[in-house]
């Protein structure tokens, strides 16, 4: 009797089984072995000594063949979270309707940081969208920076169609949920087989975590997710920021010169400074001459008084391989590896101090520069409006530590002291190149700049701290800088980690980056710079280039490739480069490991989210359009991830260069081009705007050029998210 009655209902399930199996024609969402989403947090392990309570592991190729990938994994692999400016990839099952992936289509929706849950429901949309037919694989990344140490779901819904205009299958990733279908969740690399438990536990979060998005997707139903959690960006600046502040410095030293007559207090008046030499240490045995642009504190005649080189001791983060050692970002804090000297220096306003000393502003100098180039740009200006410019050497620049300044004075002898170099010969051919000691050694490449900059930070941080314990400059017992009104502003790099500073350090009143930008790798790509992305990918193993070498050009100069990488804003791209896809996720693997070391991760902590018990800064941002060097979009990165629009002054290059094309077409250097007749209007015009902003302790925003068209204060909407390179 029972077999009798299972008869039917065996055939009725039969019956009703068809359309489910013909829909298992559709395309889907990859979700196997071998091809899913990423990010993921299948891609990770429990941690609970992170604050995100996991650790990246990424699993590693044949490290035999391919060298790179494997040392970079090795690094990724410290991470407690993945990148808050992922390149998100989604494979297909089959060719789709790339017109239909939209922001409401496809999109990332905020569960809230691991901590505090801040954030939790907060809907991003997506940006720089890119279909690759070959992979059958959608790449896009979020609309904005996504927050630190906070869980995202990726979502894609039936809104999103096949290329024959059908809805999406529902991913067998979210098969056997309720109201999901009617699979058991296997995963079809297995043939059927369960998925292993770190797999069943991965998909109950992300069923948990789509049951939250639900009620966002507007009508469209859920056909596939992703679950990943985002690393902790700025803590360990953070938590070094504290240490220092814990500790009370021995004051900074001006006895540091000599000459013939003995040791001498190292402040010089600009009246009896005839030359200051610099004896660059370019090489182990090697020192090249040349002199300090002394005239450029005439730019306004007399307001420099005198001009001072002193030294402090700074905690130093860094190993010998010039990287810093990752720590648990919830039970660990960065430990000093040691200390170094640091030799400053500093331009004093002429006449009497105001009671509590000079209001200062420390300048931070550009790549390949140092505190002997852009800071003296700036000091005279900056001395007319009453401030004092305090500057030191970035880490691998200046040459080596063995370099030298000889004063050659009016009046008396010659009197020599330490240049202060920080770069060192990291390669070993003997040679210090100009910003050798930046960068992380190998295996450690993925690095890059990121821990050089952030040492820079805390070298900075100290600074501020030396000024608030008292600097003497003149050993007559009294304060010369006055320690509540520190001020920052830096050009290029120097607006990069100023801008990384203005994040962290809480006693800067106010600051204006120039012309900084983030991430360094899109610097790199974007701008100027890109023959060093050049140079990276064509010394991996395997190599990455994906075009021929430049014919007729010289090597290096010839290297070339083409990442088909979208900026943001457009349509979306089809791809149809070979190779393409693989240096893309190399440079986004690059930008994840250096988070921490870019600008744009630390721009929401200067206004929109400050570090708890820290205030909102007022700042300026300035940059120009069409800069070749820190392209436009990197410098709108930092605007965007900040909320700094009404905070942003744009100089209008192309309208300086239309009136006169004597103007440089890359206006990168437009603070300091005062030695361009063409340019120096401008330049003295942006520094006068520093300079008022600071005198009014972050009050008084002026345009430089008033109801003139070449500044736009604030920059007047949509940011220009172009490279509007002047051809």
């Known amino acids: 009797m029972f077999l009798l009655r299972?008869?039917?209902?065996?055939?009725?399930?039969?019956?009703?089984?068809?359309?489910?199996?013909?829909?298992?024609?559709?395309?889907?969402?990859?979700?196997?072995?071998?091809?899913?989403?990423?990010?993921?947090?299948?891609?990770?392990?429990?941690?609970?000594?992170?604050?995100?309570?996991?650790?990246v592991n990424l699993p590693k190729p044949d490290c035999a063949v391919r060298v790179n990938d494997c040392a970079d994994i090795d690094v990724i692999n410290t991470l407690d979270g993945f990148s808050t400016q992922p390149r998100i990839t989604i494979p297909f099952t089959g060719d789709i309707d790339v017109s239909t992936v939209t922001s409401d289509t496809v999109y990332l929706y905020n569960l809230g940081d691991t901590l505090t849950l801040r954030g939790f429901g907060q809907k991003v949309g997506i940006n720089q969208v890119l279909w690759d037919p070959a992979s059958k694989t959608l790449v896009f990344e979020p609309d904005e920076l996504l927050a630190e140490r906070s869980r995202y779901v990726v979502v894609v819904t039936n809104g999103v169609r096949d290329a024959s205009g059908k809805k999406l299958k529902i991913s067998d990733s979210l098969q056997g949920w309720p109201g999901q279908g009617h699979g058991k969740g296997k995963d079809k690399a297995t043939r059927g087989a369960p998925f292993q438990q770190g797999d069943l536990d991965y998909q109950r979060e992300l069923r948990d975590a789509t049951n939250a998005v639900r009620s966002r997707s507007r009508g469209l139903n859920v056909v596939a997710a992703s679950l990943f959690t985002t690393q902790t960006t700025t803590g360990d600046l953070v938590n070094v920021m504290r240490q220092i502040k814990a500790k009370n410095p021995a004051p900074a030293s001006f006895e540091i010169g000599a000459s013939a007559a003995g040791g001498v207090r190292t402040v010089f008046p600009v009246s009896d400074i005839q030359a200051i030499?610099?004896?660059?240490?370019?090489?182990?045995?090697?020192?090249?001459?040349?002199?300090?642009?002394?005239?450029?504190?005439?730019?306004?005649?007399?307001?420099?008084?005198?001009?001072?080189?002193?030294?402090?001791?700074?905690?130093?983060?860094?190993?010998?391989?010039?990287?810093?050692?990752?720590?648990?970002?919830?039970?660990?804090?960065?430990?000093?590896?040691?200390?170094?000297?640091?030799?400053?220096?500093?331009?004093?306003?002429?006449?009497?101090?105001?009671?509590?000393?000079?209001?200062?502003?420390?300048?931070?100098?550009?790549?390949?520069?140092?505190?002997?180039?852009?800071?003296?740009?700036?000091?005279?200006?900056?001395?007319?409006?009453?401030?004092?410019?305090?500057?030191?050497?970035?880490?691998?620049?200046?040459?080596?530590?063995?370099?030298t300044l000889n004063v050659i004075r009016n009046s008396g002898l010659p009197v020599s002291l330490p240049a202060g170099g920080r770069g060192f010969d990291q390669n070993g051919d003997g040679n210090i190149e100009s910003t050798e000691g930046v960068n992380a050694a190998a295996p450690f490449d993925i690095i890059?700049?990121?821990?050089?900059?952030?040492?820079?930070?805390?070298?900075?941080?100290?600074?501020?701290?030396?000024?608030?314990?008292?600097?003497?400059?003149?050993?007559d017992g009294q304060t010369d800088l006055n320690p509540r009104r520190i001020y920052y502003a830096g050009q290029s790099f120097g607006g990069i980690y100023g801008t990384m500073l203005l994040g962290v350090e809480p006693n800067i009143?106010?600051?204006?980056?120039?012309?900084?930008?983030?991430?360094?790798?899109?610097?790199?790509?974007?701008?100027?710079?890109?023959?060093?992305?050049?140079?990276?990918?064509?010394?991996?193993q395997p190599q990455l280039l994906n075009l021929p070498p430049l014919p007729g050009v010289p090597f290096p100069f010839n290297l070339v490739f083409n990442e088909n990488m979208p900026l943001r804003d457009l349509p979306p791209v089809t791809n149809d480069v070979p190779g393409a896809l693989a240096i893309a996720e190399v440079l986004d693997r690059t930008e994840w490991v250096q988070q921490s070391g870019n600008p744009v991760s630390y721009a929401p902590l200067i206004r929109k989210q400050p570090v708890h018990g820290h205030r909102a800064k007022p700042v300026i941002i300035q940059f120009a359009?069409?800069?070749?060097?820190?392209?436009?979009?990197?410098?709108?990165?930092?605007?965007?991830?900040?909320?700094?629009?009404?905070?942003?002054?744009?100089?209008?290059?192309?309208?300086?260069?239309?009136?006169?094309?004597?103007?440089?077409?890359?206006p990168h250097t437009f603070l300091t081009n005062i030695g361009s007749a063409a340019g120096q209007a401008y330049a003295v015009g942006a520094q006068i705007q520093m300079a008022e902003f600071f005198a009014s302790n972050g009050a008084l925003v002026i345009d430089p050029d008033g109801p003139g068209p070449f500044f736009e204060v604030p920059i007047v909407p949509p940011l220009p998210e172009g490279l509007n390179f002047i051809p």
């Open 6 to 55: 299972a008869r039917p209902v065996a055939a009725m399930l039969a019956f009703v089984w068809i359309p489910v199996a013909a829909l298992a024609d559709g395309v889907s969402v990859r979700y196997d072995s071998a091809h899913s989403p990423f990010p993921s947090n299948r891609l990770t392990v429990l941690d609970f000594s992170n604050a995100t309570f996991r650790r």
């Open 509 to 540: 009143q106010a600051g204006v980056p120039n012309v900084p930008g983030g991430s360094i790798t899109e610097v790199a790509r974007l701008g100027g710079f890109r023959l060093l992305t050049a140079g990276a990918l064509a010394s991996r």
């Open 625 to 666: 359009k069409g800069d070749t060097t820190v392209p436009n979009p990197t410098s709108t990165a930092i605007v965007r991830a900040g909320e700094l629009q009404d905070r942003t002054t744009y100089f209008r290059n192309d309208l300086a260069y239309a009136a006169n094309n004597a103007v440089s077409k890359n």
């Open 277 to 403: 030499q610099f004896n660059r240490q370019t090489g182990v045995q090697a020192f090249t001459p040349s002199f300090l642009p002394t005239p450029a504190l005439d730019v306004v005649s007399g307001a420099v008084g005198r001009v001072a080189y002193g030294k402090f001791s700074s905690p130093n983060y860094q190993t010998a391989a010039r990287y810093i050692p990752p720590t648990p970002s919830l039970t660990g804090r960065p430990s000093p590896q040691g200390s170094h000297e640091l030799v400053f220096q500093l331009f004093l306003p002429s006449g009497t101090a105001p009671n509590g000393g000079w209001p200062v502003a420390i300048f931070g100098h550009g790549f390949t520069d140092s505190m002997y180039g852009a800071p003296w740009t700036v000091a005279s200006v900056f001395a007319s409006r009453g401030l004092a410019t305090l500057s030191i050497n970035v880490v691998g620049h200046a040459g080596g530590p063995l370099g």
């Open 448 to 475: 890059g700049s990121r821990d050089g900059l952030r040492q820079t930070v805390i070298d900075l941080v100290q600074t501020v701290r030396q000024v608030e314990v008292g600097m003497d400059v003149d050993g």
